[in-house]
């Protein structure tokens, strides 16, 4: 069974910094590409970054570029998301998701982490 579970959400301060954790367990980790996608309450889902299954290749989206990092550690089948520079919009449930072939919407995913982050 696969299964995906988001850690280190939090209340911050807009300027603060965050990391997320997903712990992966039930499939080989470290052959699948992951995402970390979020979503604001009352808005559709959000991709936020992209990172390659060997963790040599990133991309972000333009709203977080320069701001979050996402980084993986296939020993430990855990993917990373560490958020600096924290904005009010970037407000939302954070989840991490399996490229299963079926886009960010589409894979496997955990329950997901809140970050609010205040004014």
């Known amino acids: 069974e696969v299964q995906l579970v988001e850690s280190g959400g939090g209340l911050v301060q807009a300027g603060g910094s965050l990391r997320l954790s997903c712990v992966a367990s039930?499939?080989?980790?470290?052959?699948?590409?992951m995402f970390w996608i979020r979503q604001a309450p009352g808005k559709e889902f959000e991709w936020v970054s992209t990172i390659s299954s060997g963790g040599y290749s990133e991309v972000y989206a333009d709203s977080v570029r320069g701001r979050f990092t996402v980084s993986r550690d296939n020993a430990k089948n855990t993917l990373y998301l560490q958020m600096n520079s924290l904005k009010p919009d970037d407000t939302a449930v954070y989840y991490c998701?399996?490229?299963?072939?079926?886009?960010?919407?589409?894979?496997?995913r955990g329950q997901g982490t809140q970050v609010t982050v205040s004014s």
């Open positions: 039930g499939f080989a980790f470290n052959t699948d590409r």
């Open positions: 998701v399996r490229d299963t072939g079926r886009g960010y919407t589409g894979g496997d």
